[in-house]
């Protein structure tokens, strides 16, 4: 038999075994980690044990965000970023942005210009073939990888650090002078093909699809290529396209892992000032902001499914915005707080109608973003859900939530903050992100004096004002037969859901 004081040293040395552990970028915020070890270290006397694991009592959470300026570098005019030293792993991750407008100008590049990210990496350059270039990475395990987006290009490379100055000069061969090799041409054209031809296999590609139809007017940036145009795509086109990329004036990147931040700095200055690259011969065009081109009601498109796929959306607000704090603690007690949440408890718990049903509101710096409402359930208990999931926004925006939710919500947003933190990595990207978005470097210091500061009569006016039905596109992807009680509805003709 196990005795007691023997129960009472395992339950002693298990609870020290269980208290946090710093992370893997501890050093690089040694004040927040300072007071967390000292709160550990002085709540408990020594010896002294709960009579109950419920009486066992913890120190006031504290945590402290990391600053952006202690990790800036500037490399040259136009060139900054940010430097997260970690010597845990022997492993550096490089991304490097490039503040670019990517948009074609005419429907027929748009097959092309969707190509451009990938065979700017894929089509290998500098002299280097792409056999070549794959044999070099596998053996040392590395990868490099690029993108080009409607904002932003990026190249990033992951490897070893001992190798990081050889992908350095690897990198710039391939990317400043990219070959676009034909043999992977065709790879890439076969797989946007198959993509397209498989863009409405599941019920979620359907609303995605409609969801963005029924809410947005035409943009060039919302094109879809179709298959005949994936195929004709020639190593000219994508060279054409891609004349410019990874040319900005404005560059941002993010360095993290096994490096010494003064010997970084040299070698990027020295990458950089050797960055010879061949810029466009005109201005790209400005990309136009999504424009919301919607009349609130019901659209659906017919797909025989047991399980109706639905999500509910009206517009919100463009970052910065005095709204945007008080609506995530909104959203967050209506359906955002998973099983804390009130869809969730009515919809799910209480009634059993859908798996998930929850809410979110859009983090968007460039567009208006939106809120959405979003669920799968039986096609036959659609009517009823939406119900419920109304019931709930109207109690919520006429009572208010309970102090307890209010507090509840804006405690877990908080205590999420470390997650975005939550390795070295990711630190420094949020950073160069961040930078290219123009926040603040108090940024995530004032996320938590601004969700603390949140109402009840915010979060009442928050959800009456951004989750109003009557403002609301439902988009639903299901049997149309089995919403008569919808109606009136529109039906969308699946095979109109492209922007041509």
Same mark, same amino acid.
């Given at each position: 038999?196990?005795?007691?004081? &023997?129960?009472?040293?395992?339950?002693?040395?298990?609870?020290?075994?269980?208290?946090?552990?710093?992370?893997?970028?501890?050093?690089?915020?040694?004040?927040?980690?300072?007071?967390?070890?000292?709160?550990?270290s002085s709540f408990v006397e020594p010896?002294?044990? +709960?009579?109950?694991?419920?009486?066992?009592?913890?120190?006031? *959470?504290?945590?402290?965000?990391?600053?952006?300026?202690?990790?800036?570098?500037?490399?040259?005019?136009?060139?900054?970023?940010?430097?997260?030293?970690?010597?845990?792993? +022997?492993?550096?991750?490089?991304?490097? *942005?490039?503040?670019?407008?990517?948009?074609?100008?005419?429907?027929?590049?748009?097959? %092309?210009?969707?190509?451009?990210?990938?065979?700017?990496?894929?089509?290998?350059?500098?002299?280097?073939?792409?056999?070549?270039?794959?044999?070099?990475?596998? &053996?040392?395990?590395?990868?490099?990888?690029?993108?080009?987006?409607?904002?932003?290009?990026?190249?990033?490379?992951?490897?070893?650090?001992?190798?990081?100055?050889?992908?350095?000069?690897?990198?710039?061969?391939?990317?400043? !002078?990219?070959? #676009?090799?034909?043999?992977?041409?065709?790879?890439?054209?076969?797989?946007?093909?198959?993509?397209?031809?498989r863009r409405y296999e599941t019920p979620?590609?359907?609303?995605? /699809?409609?969801?963005?139809?029924?809410?947005?007017? +035409?943009?060039?940036?919302?094109?879809?290529?179709?298959?005949?145009?994936?195929?004709?795509?020639?190593?000219?086109?994508?060279?054409?396209?891609?004349?410019?990329?990874?040319?900005?004036?404005?560059?941002?990147? %993010?360095?993290?892992?096994?490096?010494?931040? !003064?010997?970084?700095?040299?070698?990027?200055?020295?990458?950089?000032?050797?960055?010879?690259?061949?810029?466009?011969?005109?201005?790209? %065009?400005?990309?136009?902001?999504?424009?919301? /081109?919607?009349?609130?009601?019901?659209?659906?498109?017919?797909?025989?499914?047991?399980?109706?796929?639905?999500?509910?959306?009206?517009?919100?607000?463009?970052?910065?915005?005095?709204?945007?704090?008080?609506? /995530?603690?909104?959203? #967050?007690?209506?359906?955002?707080?998973? &099983?804390?949440?009130?869809?969730?408890?009515?919809?799910?718990?209480?009634?059993?109608?859908?798996?998930?049903?929850?809410?979110?509101?859009?983090?968007?710096?460039?567009?208006?973003?939106?809120?959405?409402? /979003?669920?799968?359930?039986?096609?036959?208990?659609?009517?009823?859900?939406?119900?419920?999931?109304?019931?709930?926004?109207?109690?919520?925006?006429?009572?208010g939530p309970t102090p307890e939710e209010?507090?509840?919500?804006?405690?877990?947003?908080?205590?999420?903050?470390?997650?975005?933190? !939550?390795?070295?990595?990711?630190?420094?990207?949020? &950073?160069?992100?961040?930078?290219?978005?123009?926040?603040?470097?108090?940024?995530?210091?004032?996320?938590?004096?601004?969700?603390?500061?949140?109402?009840?009569?915010?979060?009442?006016?928050?959800?009456?004002? *951004?989750? !109003?039905?009557?403002?609301?596109?439902?988009?639903?992807?299901?049997?149309?037969?089995?919403?008569?009680?919808?109606? +009136?509805?529109?039906?969308?003709?699946?095979?109109?859901?492209?922007?041509?």
């Open positions: 038999m196990i005795s007691v004081s &023997f129960c009472a040293a395992l339950v002693a040395l298990t609870s020290c075994s269980m208290m946090p552990k710093k992370s893997a970028h501890v050093k690089h915020v040694p004040d927040m980690y300072a007071v967390a070890a000292e709160s550990s010896g002294a044990l +709960p009579e109950h694991y419920s009486k066992i009592e913890f120190p006031e *959470y504290k945590y402290v965000a990391p600053y952006p300026k202690d990790f800036r570098v500037q490399i040259a005019d136009g060139i900054t970023g940010y430097i997260v030293s970690d010597s845990t792993l +022997p492993l550096v991750d490089f991304t490097v *942005y490039f503040e670019e407008p990517n948009v074609p100008q005419v429907l027929k590049d748009q097959a %092309a210009f969707e190509m451009v990210g990938s065979m700017i990496r894929r089509g290998s350059g500098g002299g280097i073939s792409p056999h070549a270039l794959e044999d070099s990475l596998e &053996f040392v395990s590395a990868s490099i990888s690029t993108s080009v987006g409607t904002f932003l290009s990026a190249f990033d490379i992951n490897c070893l650090s001992k190798d990081f100055p050889a992908m350095l000069e690897l990198s710039k061969k391939v990317l400043t !002078d990219p070959s #676009f090799d034909k043999t992977q041409l065709e790879i890439v054209k076969a797989n946007f093909v198959t993509a397209y031809e979620a590609k359907v609303l995605s /699809a409609l969801k963005s139809k029924v809410n947005f007017m +035409p943009n060039s940036r919302l094109w879809d290529a179709n298959s005949a145009e994936y195929k004709a795509v020639t190593a000219a086109d994508v060279k054409r396209l891609a004349k410019g990329v990874f040319s900005s004036k404005r560059i941002v990147f %993010a360095l993290a892992g096994d490096v010494n931040k !003064d010997s970084a700095v040299v070698a990027l200055k020295k990458f950089f000032a050797e960055w010879n690259v061949e810029p466009s011969k005109s201005e790209k %065009a400005v990309p136009a902001p999504l424009a919301f /081109a919607r009349k609130p009601g019901v659209y659906v498109v017919d797909k025989d499914i047991t399980q109706a796929n639905i999500t509910m959306n009206q517009p919100f607000v463009k970052r910065p915005h005095p709204d945007y704090y008080p609506t /995530a603690v909104a959203s #967050f007690i209506l359906g955002g707080g998973s &099983f804390s949440s009130r869809l969730m408890n009515r919809v799910r718990s209480d009634e059993g109608l859908a798996y998930s049903v929850y809410s979110t509101v859009g983090n968007d710096y460039r567009d208006t973003a939106m809120t959405t409402i /979003a669920l799968q359930t039986k096609v036959e208990t659609v009517d009823f859900a939406l119900k419920l999931i109304f019931e709930e926004v109207e109690k919520l925006a006429k009572e209010l507090e509840q919500a804006k405690k877990s947003l908080v205590e999420s903050l470390p997650s975005l933190f !939550d390795s070295p990595s990711s630190t420094a990207s949020i &950073f160069a992100k961040g930078e290219l978005l123009g926040k603040s470097d108090d940024h995530y210091l004032d996320y938590v004096t601004e969700i603390k500061s949140v109402t009840a009569e915010q979060v009442k006016a928050m959800i009456a004002k *951004y989750f !109003d039905k009557e403002k609301m596109t439902i988009s639903i992807v299901g049997p149309v037969a089995m919403f008569d009680s919808l109606k +009136p509805f529109s039906v969308i003709p699946l095979d109109s859901l492209e922007f041509r």
